[in-house]
């Protein structure tokens, strides 16, 4: 494998992480302070904060159960590729490099094309079938979307090398590992054997991609019922410490705060001077104090009611998710980014098609035939 070799974190901060992850999911496993039960929040068995009991699969004796993101997924191996294609890391590494050294905003982009991937099927590379007015590229959520061309580009040549070999879900969640370690994530390896799904659904994007306007209980229950946990939740929309959003998508939740006076005056004005001048389609960025820089101060934003979304400024009055978003506002952003990336990584092993299941795409633009 050619990759680069990664960026480390100190064993204090990754100590340090796994003392607040602790301490958070023991609070969370707890009832972390009365919030309302999440509807449907007993997901499907990955939730890796709920107390252990009858219902897991890996628990012996009543005794401690692993957590179903910790337990190997059947199918996926980090040598997945090794004989049948040795390079396919550093190919996808080099492209991804030469894309974010021509257009660095293409980052953010790639990490969020991964996670609308995941909340539709899982991480199967549904996203990127192309069928115009029917297949999730088209549906409203992903009107935005970016990166489709750049991991087409990474298929063509990964087929001219691999004949056959390299999923397009694969191709994804290393492109967007890379995007993530491009702007400061520590390094986090993969595994592989993601099969391509053959499905892909306009309105079930719409139906499950979060957008914004759900409620905390409403994205807790997204999360669990996809094998993710509420810690997850807090900590992957941490994403949107770097990127931008639409005005469009933006301005009815800050109407809404604006009129209840929860959100900062000087920054509402300041928003709403740019969305009227721009109109919908005008970008804001989602972190106005360090846009570019993959930092916790997305939750320092949320403590001064700068949250640019309203999904992400909920989190901090709610009692499930505002111990965390405090936490993270106090600690230093790499406690935040490793997390982050172990949440990536979590992300891309729920709910996978492996073996048998789907197929390896000749193209990630269309299913075979
Ligand atoms: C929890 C529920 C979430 C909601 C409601 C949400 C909503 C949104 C919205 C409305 C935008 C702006 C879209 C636009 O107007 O163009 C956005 C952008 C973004 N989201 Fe999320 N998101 C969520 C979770 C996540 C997660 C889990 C990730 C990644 C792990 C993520 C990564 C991003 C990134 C990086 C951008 C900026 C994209 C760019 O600059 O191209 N989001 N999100």
Request: charged content about 25%; overall charge negative.
């Amino acid at each position: 494998m050619m990759r680069t070799p990664a960026a480390t974190v100190s064993p204090f901060l990754a100590v340090s992480a796994l003392l607040l992850l602790l301490v958070a999911s023991s609070v969370a496993a707890n009832g972390y302070g009365g919030g309302d039960a999440p509807a449907g929040a007993s997901g499907y068995g990955g939730h890796d904060d709920a107390p252990s009991g009858p219902k897991g699969d890996g628990g012996q004796d009543g005794g401690y159960q692993m957590p179903a993101y910790q337990k190997p997924v059947d199918g996926l191996d980090a040598g997945y590729y090794r004989k049948s294609c040795p390079d396919m890391e550093g190919i996808v590494q080099r492209a991804v490099k030469k894309a974010l050294d021509a257009d660095y905003t293409l980052a953010a982009s790639l990490i969020r094309l991964f996670f609308h991937d995941f909340a539709v099927r899982g991480t199967d590379a549904s996203v990127l079938i192309d069928v115009p007015h029917q297949s999730e590229r088209y549906a409203d959520a992903s009107k935005t979307l970016r990166g489709f061309d750049l991991i087409e580009e990474i298929k063509t040549e990964l087929e001219a090398k691999c004949h056959a070999t390299v999923s397009c879900a694969d191709i994804l969640a290393a492109a967007s590992r890379d995007a993530a370690t491009a702007v400061g994530v520590p390094d986090w390896s993969l595994k592989y054997g993601r099969k391509d799904g053959k499905d892909s659904i306009a309105g079930e994007a719409d139906r499950y991609v979060p957008m914004g306007g759900q409620s905390v209980t409403e994205l807790i229950a997204f999360f669990e019922s996809n094998g993710l946990s509420i810690i997850d939740l807090v900590v992957l929309s941490g994403a949107h410490t770097i990127g931008r959003a639409t005005c469009g998508a933006v301005k009815p939740g800050l109407c809404d705060r604006r009129r209840a006076g929860a959100v900062e005056r000087q920054y509402a004005d300041f928003l709403q001077r740019k969305c009227v001048a721009g109109g919908d389609g005008e970008y804001v960025e989602l972190d106005g104090e360090t846009p570019t820089a993959f930092d916790s101060q997305y939750y320092k934003n949320l403590m001064r009611e700068r949250g640019l979304l309203d999904t992400d400024q909920k989190m901090l009055p709610d009692s499930r998710t505002g111990g965390f978003v405090r936490a993270f506002a106090n600690q230093p952003s790499q406690i935040f980014i490793h997390l982050f990336a172990q949440s990536m990584r979590k992300l891309g092993e729920v709910q996978v098609l492996t073996g048998n299941e789907g197929e390896v795409r000749r193209k990630c633009s269309a299913v075979n035939y």
